[in-house]
């Protein structure tokens, strides 16, 4: 009889190609030692949202653990399963900035279930669920540039007088709010300074350019313009400039770096600047602490500062 050695061939490549595959899984099934953490964030297409990412890797490599790294693009749904499969891969720690935590509480339960512990990172999440929150104090940040707003408007045309447009973030999301509350509560000892326009710009440029399009179009009279980030900030001044308007005070929140060289360049007022660093260093400082069972803050607020060109720059990201 004689032997086809073609057979023999697919044969052999057929028996190799199984000893792989059940290598690769029996690989991932005997390593329980592998420590991994997780981080899904809203939208990783904004500068600050990169900064974050960028020092999560850094502070996972720097602790010896293996990152990963999700997007949910603005979609609640995403964000949950994310959540989910982060708990079938049995990490040790999942971190989030979240676009709904409404949305995704049964996830954080069953994270909570599974001894998972989970970080909310830059947006505060309110769960039992959740470890701690480590943001910015953007309540501080609203009365901060509140009070920027007004003694700028003190400086121009010498009272505390002026109309103000408010674009804001994310509805619902508890930074949105807080910056809100902040902000109105920095004049509301100043009967003439009020907001006379507040619309949602999603912590997007390209919608915040449509929105600020908008409120110019409709003839809305302002002497500033308060953005929630500097993404914001960017479609703000993108609609002002397409409209020939100048002159108007514009703020904004994060410390990018087109608009620090806006505020170096006078075509912005100034900006609340914010450490993606500090935020993961104090999120895996936090996580180190729980995982030897000692009591932490539910909530931990970083450092941030005003900066309108007038001195140093004492922190990049």
């Known amino acids: 009889m004689k032997f086809n050695k073609s057979w023999l061939l697919v ?4 028996t190799a190609s199984i000893l792989l595959i059940s290598n690769l899984f029996v690989g991932q099934e005997e390593n329980p030692d592998r420590d991994v953490v997780a981080f899904t ?21 720097a602790n010896k653990y293996e990152a990963v790294v999700a997007t949910s693009h603005n979609s609640r749904i995403s964000e949950r399963e994310q959540i989910r499969e982060f708990i079938k891969l049995k990490v040790d720690a999942i971190f989030i900035t979240t676009f709904d935590d409404v949305y995704i509480t049964s996830a954080l339960e069953e994270a909570e279930q599974n001894g998972i512990p989970v970080f909310a990172i830059d947006r505060l999440i309110r769960s039992d669920a959740v470890v701690s929150s480590v943001t910015s104090n953007n309540q501080m ?6 009070s920027y707003v ?17 674009i804001t973030g994310t509805t619902n999301v508890y930074t949105t709010n807080e910056r809100h509350t902040g902000f109105v509560k920095g004049i509301v000892t100043e009967p003439g300074i009020s907001i006379v326009n507040s619309a949602s710009g999603d912590y997007d440029p390209v919608t915040s350019e ?24 960017l479609g703000v001044l993108e609609a002002l400039k397409k409209a020939d308007i100048s002159g108007k005070i514009v703020v904004g929140i994060d410390g990018n770096r087109a608009i620090l060289e806006a505020v170096d360049m006078k075509s912005m007022d100034a900006t609340v600047v ?7 260093q104090v999120a895996f400082s936090a996580l ?22 007038s001195r140093p720059i004492p922190m990049l990201n």
């Not at 990783?44 to 490599?61: C, N, P, V």
């Not at 940040?141 to 509140?146: P, Y």
């Not at 007004?150 to 002026?162: D, P, S, Y």
């Not at 914010?274 to 993961?280: G, T, V």
């Open 41 to 61: 964030i809203v939208n990783d297409k904004h500068e600050f949202a990169q900064r974050l990412i960028t020092a999560f890797k850094a502070e996972a490599k």
């Open 141 to 146: 940040i609203g009365e901060q540039l509140a």
């Open 288 to 309: 180190k602490l729980h995982t030897k069972n000692k009591k932490i803050p539910d909530r931990f607020y970083t450092y941030s500062y005003l900066y309108d060109g």
């Open 274 to 280: 914010q450490s993606a660093e500090e935020m993961m």
């Open 210 to 233: 449509r929105v600020m399009r908008r409120i110019i179009e409709s003839g809305t009279e302002f002497d500033a313009v308060y953005c929630h980030n500097d993404d914001i900030a």
């Open 11 to 14: 044969l052999f490549v057929w």
């Open 150 to 166: 007004k003694n700028e408007l003190i400086r121009r045309n010498g009272t505390a007088t002026g109309k103000v447009v408010e």
